[in-house]
């Protein structure tokens, strides 16, 4: 039968250093290990930041190419639109006095003008388009003018010096009328015909409210 091992106090001492050094070992991998993954948790997170803001940033640098892309295609069109008043608010007093310039430029007879109410439509950007801008409403008012006539030439001076005035105005109609049945001396300085036109006038709302919806 073996003897009993009996461990005297110097080799505890002996045995305390391994044991120490096990323990200080165990407990630095322990610690390295955890380290690590949190290193390597913390460098995905990154990464995962990183890649979200570059996305971010590629959206952005497209966005801004599409639209100066978009200024670039319009601006002609929009310069154009704004110098003939077309996105400036209707100025209905501006108008007649224009047309009463223009009767009194002419020496025309007097020109009767009636304005409807302003109405409103808003504009649709092209499904294809990528990047659409705010909402544009087109604000249309229609015009009527009565005025005798000397002779038509008068018409097309008034007209003309309307359409070249500024602003988007849209001929419609224009009528034309004797002012009697019978003969008429053209060599007199009287009424001979009468006019009734019609025009359009557009302007652009570049803030227009918000569309409630019916639902």
């Not at 002609?76 to 224009?98: K, P």
């Not at 009528?175 to 019978?182: A, E, K």
């Amino acid at each position: 039968m073996m003897g009993k091992i009996t461990l005297e106090k110097k080799d505890l001492l002996l045995l305390r250093v391994p044991v120490l050094c096990f323990a200080i070992s165990a407990g630095l991998g322990v610690a390295l290990y955890f380290a690590a993954q949190y290193l390597t948790e913390q460098a995905s997170r990154d990464l995962f930041i990183a890649q979200t803001n570059l996305d971010q940033t590629s959206t952005s640098v497209l966005q801004i190419a599409q639209e100066e892309e978009t200024i670039i295609r319009y601006i002609g069109r929009y310069r154009d639109i704004e110098a003939d008043g077309g996105v400036a608010e209707e100025d209905r007093l501006r108008l007649l006095e224009v047309i009463a310039e223009i009767r009194q430029a002419n020496l025309l007879y007097p020109i009767a003008v009636e304005l409807s109410e302003q109405s409103s439509q808003r504009l649709e950007y092209d499904p294809a388009e990528l990047n659409p801008a705010d909402p544009v409403d087109l604000q249309m008012t229609e015009i009527t003018l009565t005025l005798p006539l000397l002779h038509e030439e008068d018409l097309t001076r008034l007209t003309d010096q309307l359409l070249a005035s500024g602003g988007l105005l849209q001929p419609q109609t224009c009528t034309l009328s004797l002012v009697s049945s019978s003969v008429t001396d053209f060599t007199r300085i009287e009424e001979h015909m009468s006019a009734e036109c019609a025009l359009t006038w557009y302007t652009f709302n570049l803030s227009p409210p918000e569309l409630i919806s019916e639902y």
